[in-house]
């Protein structure tokens, strides 16, 4: 099954991101496909990791650093 998280910011620390984090990561390890997408990517990486198999897809770039 495919399933994909919908998140404001998935680059930070707080219990939404954590609570995402941690189950995107139990789904994948259950061989699911999962994806979890940031509406903005404030920086360069997340701060929590997440596990083998999730991927992270930012929609809007917010990192200074890059060309707009």
Do not use: C
């Not at 680059?11 to 509406?39: D, F, K, P, Q």
């Not at 990517?41 to 997340?46: G, I, S």
């Amino acid at each position: 099954m495919k399933v994909a998280f919908l998140i404001y910011n998935a680059y930070g620390i707080g219990g939404t991101i954590r609570s995402t984090v941690n189950l995107s990561g139990a789904l994948a390890a259950a061989g699911h496909e999962v994806e979890v997408v940031s509406v903005y990517r404030p920086q360069e990486t997340a701060s929590l990791q997440l596990g083998p198999g999730v991927r992270l897809r930012p929609l809007i770039d917010w990192r200074r650093d890059t060309p707009a």
